[in-house]
């Protein structure tokens, strides 16, 4: 059995690299990642982890350098965060198109400018379209967990698709946690080899990345769409087989105290371990609140979400990114259109907040509760309210 | 040599991996560089392609050229990808996880997705010393694109990005000496190349992917569509060049400079520029101009290989 120790994050996290044997890291220092890839390089440096670690000069080079990887059959990792993310922007859509199985990890972090190394999903949701299965941790033993299950994700035949975990930056990356961290047999046991079914190889050419003209270029998007749509399957079968293991489960959307609860808030990522706290807090006053906390963004979940939902009158969504000049908050957008057809919904009231490493504590998110069933009752002309915000 | 037409082909291989049906416009030059560097390379190679004109005409979905593994992802990242396979394959060879012969990795790519877009992935792939081979095949501008001026196109020249007019005599910038930059990151092999000289050529493709660590050739590749010149012109194109030292044929070898060809007399540079429509509008004045700089920049060339240095 395994020993539950306390373990700074980013550690943790390329530990659980080590322990999946990955073959090949690339990767370009940003904060707050920086620890997950001095970690693994140390561990290559030292001979505990037999892999190539390239320390490529930009973060674009980093997700190139990862396709070809790849594209040759072997077990790819890298980290990254913030403006980082968004200069490999273009190669991300490669990744997932030409269904290359990269896992990566995402120390989530503004965006420029003004210039700020602190945590928010901007640069999550800047890559929101890229095609790549996106997973939301809100804490160290869900991201190493999450990190083992990503190859497994992604290296499945059915998927062969690249994984992103966010975990936030600073609030979770670098937070020492008590956590279990897996033996390397039951890693082994749960985790088959990388055998990627068509690599680059002499023995047998393949033509990758072929340019496709209007006539195909459509039924290629397709396919991709109904591959990452059919993932969601797999991942459930991944996490199930996962917990036979580790005796941890994992699902898409997860809810606390969401029974029957009239007023829901909705969070992503490390933010909800300090919502769950508020929930209590409230419903120990006598407040009917309960919590949902989206795991699964891409592929998304919309049965899980429209069930976790339902009986609900009031739906509050904290988001940590602005998409501005638009709706508010880009996950909000995502909630409203999932349950906008359904005949019976709840009112749902958007909030931006924990922009730029801003925290936000319990008495903050029983403020936001509190306001916002304040709102869905008054009918704001705003379509969204920042939190704490100094006007 | 008599017969010459009936030997020569046997010195060299009959089998084609980059194989004919492609879309190559007629007259390319590069195509032929291409095929040649190809004949050169052998069976276990990835070739690893950037955007452009090479990848363009020899993909298509469902159709390719490539008779040989073969990926394309984007225009600036030829050298990281390439980079990625090479440590990929060395990994999973340590692990007896992955093929055990050793494979090329040759990574193409044109002087735009070079000297302008991808050098900065280059210069990291060189510095971090993989072991590849990276050509550059030059047709000094972005062809596929329509004629748009790079930093590789030479000086006078009148692109779609570079018009000559009233005001204009076409490129205003000298070409970048990519080679140079090359040198300056102390690979073990580096050497130029035209389609014209093909043994030459051949040779160095062979030597560059021997080369333990990073090799890289330049390779001047004719482009009679962007050059406004006739369609058979691109052979007499790759020997004049260098005839006139505007592209001296050279290797360097751990640092080493070495000549590959020193004609006794440098012709004049008029002979070249005259077959060309992109540089019809170039002056008298304007020619002499890079008349003296070629000459100066070739013995300044010689002179290192005399010194070796």
Known sequence: ?391 | MEKFSVYVPRLTTKKEKFAPGHRACIGCGEALAVRLACKALGNNMIVVNATGCMEIVASQLPYTTWRTPWIHTLFENTAAVASGIESGLKAMKRKGTGPTQDIVVVAIAGDGGTSDIGLQALSGALERGHNFLYLCFDNEAYMNTGIQRSSATPFGASTTTSPAGKMSTGQFTWKKNMPAIVAAHNIPYLATASPSYPFDLMEKVAKGAATPGPAYIHIYSVCPVGWRCASDLAVKLGRLVVETGIFPLYEVENGKYKMSIEPPQLKPVKDYLKLQGRFRHLSDDTINMIQERVRREYYNLVEKAKNGR
Not at chain 1, 56 to 77: K, N, P
Not at chain 1, 212 to 226: G, L
Not at chain 1, 362 to 379: C, D
Request: with cysteine; glycine share 6%.
């Open chain 1, 1 to 391: 059995m395994a020993k539950r120790t306390g373990i700074e994050v980013s550690i943790a996290v390329s530990d659980a690299v080590k322990l999946v044997n990955a073959d090949v890291i690339a990767a370009y220092p940003i904060t707050p990642q920086t620890h997950i890839v001095e970690h693994l390089a140390e561990l290559v440096a030292n001979g505990e982890l037999d892999a190539e670690f390239i320390p490529v000069e930009s973060e674009h080079s980093a997700m190139s350098a990862c396709l070809g990887s790849a594209a040759v059959g072997a077990r790819t990792f890298t980290a990254s965060a913030g403006q980082g993310l968004e200069l490999m922007h273009e190669v991300l859509y490669v990744a997932s198109a030409m269904r290359l199985p990269i896992v990566m990890a995402v120390a989530n972090r503004a965006l420029s400018a003004p210039l700020s190394v602190w945590g928010d999903h901007s640069d999550a949701m800047a890559v929101r379209d890229t095609g790549w299965i996106q997973i939301f941790v809100e804490n160290g033993q869900e991201a190493v967990d999450n990190v083992i299950c990503a190859f497994h994700i992604a290296e499945d035949k059915r998927v062969l698709l690249p994984v992103m975990i966010h975990l936030d930056g600073f609030h979770l990356s670098h937070m020492i946690e008590p956590m279990f961290l897996p033996e390397q047999s039951q890693v082994d046991r749960f985790l088959p080899p990388n055998q990627y079914p068509l690599p680059l190889n002499p023995d047998k050419p393949v033509t990758m990345g072929d340019f496709a003209p209007p006539i195909i270029y459509t039924e290629a998007k397709w396919a991709q769409e109904q591959n990452l749509r059919a993932s969601k399957e797999t991942i459930l079968e991944c996490w199930c087989s996962f917990a036979e293991i580790f005796q941890r489960s994992y699902s898409p959307v997860e809810s606390y105290h969401s029974e029957g609860a009239k007023t829901l808030l909705l969070t992503m990522g490390s933010f909800s371990e300090t919502a769950m706290v508020a929930v209590d807090n409230l419903r120990a006053a006598g407040q009917d609140v309960g919590l949902i906390k989206l795991r699964l963004w891409r592929p998304f979940p919309f049965e899980e979400l429209r069930q976790a939902v339902r009986g609900a009158e009031v739906l509050i969504v904290l988001d940590r990114a602005l998409s501005v000049g638009g709706p508010g908050g880009p996950v909000c957008s995502e909630i409203k259109a999932a349950l906008y057809n359904e005949t019976k919904k709840p009112k749902i009231v958007s909030f931006v907040g924990g922009l730029g490493g801003r925290d936000i504590t319990v008495a903050g998110f029983e403020n936001i509760i509190t306001r916002g069933i304040k709102l869905a009752k008054t009918k704001s002309k705003r379509e969204f309210e920042i939190f704490g915000v100094r006007e």
